[in-house]
């Protein structure tokens, strides 16, 4: 079992440092030397951002593959047959508190300010969620009048618990059980096939309660989106004579082709290593995507629906994210479920110690690099992501701050 595979994957390692080519050549020959200095997995924001600093920042020559046959990794927009601009794979809302972040995708695209607006349908009638004052009085059809009114209201609800260690418990010690049920019991297990008291504090808490009558889903410094899309971005951000990308390319493909000497892998970090500890549990989806002849269906980008009765999760309305006109409008569901394309590492203790074996495994190699969502197995947004990356390509060149995004 575990022995076995793990010693496979380090006798191959071995066994290619040791292959003919390299150890007769000690001074790196002609032909001998490796045609990139970079193999880089997965063209999604970790891949792509080290790609283009790699290539711009240090004159590096890059290879980058994907599996898939495009690039942007998860963020992929296009224009469907109706000509209206979707997200392949579900509605994706730039934010950040980061200018530095913010400043270095401002390199590659324009922004449309968007402010992001999300409703729950809780027997069909829409309230804000995050829970917010309007909320609690649509629901209850109360009237607090200020922040201390909706403080006061949410303390005597809340069921506070010594400490809170998962998702459950966040909810709980914050709203009480009423608005748990409402908002979180249902959606939560639905998207992770889990019950809250099964998941890390870590993901309900993205979701906060305020007391406030703000509706916004985010209250970051930057909230917009690339003009032109995502795609649009990373074309710009590739768009080096150093980088080839290589699309509808899986690793396992070229892993044995030595085409550089180091490589950055953004894919899952269990499949790099076959699994030899076993499966990292990721949570997959599948998007029904649908365009009708009416110009706008829903009131926000995106509605939720908590209700187990209903089987999808949200529906986005695509037009309003990207302030596209059209006669028509696009729209996707989102049913969770558990096998498919790894979309969410899912974070609970079991997860992260079964992570932080192949993590180890991961510390030993010195020539591969590991990053991203399902590379670090971390539940991080885009602007997330583009942080790691940034600071990964720090570690790899040892620039400072300033010199890492110049
Ligand atoms: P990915 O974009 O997943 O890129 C990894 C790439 O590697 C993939 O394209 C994959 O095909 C490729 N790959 C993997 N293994 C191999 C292999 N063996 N060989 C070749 N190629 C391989 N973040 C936000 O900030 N705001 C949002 O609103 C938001 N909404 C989201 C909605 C959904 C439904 C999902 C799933 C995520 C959302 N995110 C959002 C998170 C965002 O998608 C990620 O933070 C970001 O895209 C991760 O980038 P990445 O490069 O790490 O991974
Ligand atoms: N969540 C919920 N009800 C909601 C919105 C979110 O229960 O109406 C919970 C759910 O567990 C979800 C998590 O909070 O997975 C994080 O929500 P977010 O909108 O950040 O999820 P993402 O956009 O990453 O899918």
């Known amino acids: ?7 496979e994957v380090v006798t191959r390692r071995f066994a290619s440092e040791r292959s003919p080519k390299q150890c007769h050549c000690p001074s790196k020959g002609k032909g001998t030397s490796a045609a990139y200095d970079y193999l880089i997995v997965g063209a999604g924001f970790a891949g792509s951002v080290l790609a283009e600093r790699l290539a711009s920042g240090r004159n590096k020559r890059v290879l980058l593959c994907d599996r898939r046959p495009h690039i942007a990794g998860n963020t992929y927009d296009f224009y469907n047959k109706a000509g209206i601009l979707v997200h392949q794979y579900g509605p994706h809302i730039f934010h950040t508190n980061s200018q530095r972040v913010f400043e270095y995708l401002s390199r590659f695209t324009v922004w449309r300010p968007y402010e992001h607006r999300v409703l729950a349908d809780v027997n069909a009638r829409l309230l804000p969620i995050p829970i917010n004052r309007t909320t609690i009085n649509n629901l209850y059809g109360l009237n607090l009048s200020d ?3 909706a403080a006061i209201f949410l303390a005597s609800r809340a069921e506070p618990c010594r400490t809170i260690v998962t998702s459950k ?3 709980l010690a914050q709203v009480g059980s009423d608005l748990y049920r409402t908002f979180f019991e249902g959606y939560t297990r639905k998207q992770w096939g889990l019950d809250p008291s099964e998941l890390d504090r870590s993901v309900t808490a993205r979701v906060p309660t305020r007391t406030s ?20 971005m990373f074309e710009k951000m590739l768009d080096h004579d150093n980088i080839t990308v290589m699309t509808g390319t899986e690793y396992a493909d070229i892993r044995s082709e030595n085409v550089a000497a180091h490589t950055i892998f953004s894919g899952p970090i269990d499949e790099y290593f076959e699994y ?50 059209h006669p028509k409008t696009s729209i996707s569901f989102e049913f969770a479920c558990a096998d498919g394309d790894p979309y969410y590492p899912i974070p609970r203790p079991e997860n992260q110690a079964l992570y932080k074996q192949y993590e180890s ?7 591969v690099t590991f990053v991203g969502r399902l590379g670090t197995y971390k539940y991080y947004n885009m602007d997330q992501v583009v ?20």
Do not use: W
Request: overall charge negative.
């Open 213 to 232: 009558v703000d509706d916004r889903y985010f209250l970051d410094t930057y909230q917009a989106m690339p003009r032109d899309g995502y795609t649009a």
């Open 1 to 7: 079992g575990m022995n076995t595979l793990l010693d």
């Open 276 to 325: 030899c500890f076993g499966r990292l549990p990721y949570r997959s989806l599948n998007f029904q995507h649908e365009t009708h002849d009416m110009e706008r269906m829903l009131p926000v980008g995106v509605v939720n629906y908590p209700s187990e009765a209903v089987p999808y999760t949200r529906i986005t309305e695509y037009k309003h994210l990207t302030g596209q006109i």
């Open 361 to 367: 495994l991961a510390r030993d190699l010195t020539d």
């Open 147 to 149: 922040e201390a009114e």
């Open 169 to 171: 418990d966040v909810v």
């Open 387 to 406: 942080g790691q990356a940034l600071a990964t390509y720090r570690q790899l060149t040892r620039t400072g701050l300033r010199d890492a995004i110049s």
